[in-house]
């Protein structure tokens, strides 16, 4: 069964760090680009980054950029979205999904297996 299982996810403070991971079974990701999404209520899926597998090329939101780092792990079948300096607006269900290939990364149209979320809350 084709499956990807996000984890890592919980409440933090503002300023502080979590580590997310998005594994697969059933299938290898070698050969996929691995994206990460997220969804905050009310509001439509963006793309927070990506990263191809084969050659380790990444891809980051100009949102997030200089806090999060996206990261892989071939052997473990596994991608990691490493986010410092957390903010409130960073609250979100976070997902990752699988492309064959992207054109344009952030479109949630390129990616077709999901995972099933995992929710970041950041609070004091």
């Known amino acids: 069964q084709v499956q990807l299982v996000e984890s890592g996810g919980g409440l933090v403070q503002p300023g502080g760090s979590l580590r997310l991971s998005c594994a697969a079974s059933g299938f290898t990701l070698d050969y996929y680009h691995i994206g990460w999404f997220r969804q905050a209520p009310g509001k439509e899926r963006e793309g927070v980054s990506c990263i191809s597998m084969s050659d380790g090329k990444t891809y980051v939101a100009d949102s997030v950029k200089g806090r999060f780092t996206i990261s892989r792990d071939n052997a473990k079948n596994t991608v990691y979205l490493q986010m410092n300096r957390l903010k409130p607006e960073d609250t979100a269900v976070y997902y990752c999904?699988?492309?064959?290939?992207?054109?344009?990364?952030?479109?949630?149209?390129?990616?077709?297996?999901w995972g099933q979320g995992t929710q970041v809350t950041v609070s004091s």
């Open positions: 999904a699988t492309s064959v290939g992207v054109n344009i990364w952030y479109f949630v149209s390129e990616y077709d297996v």
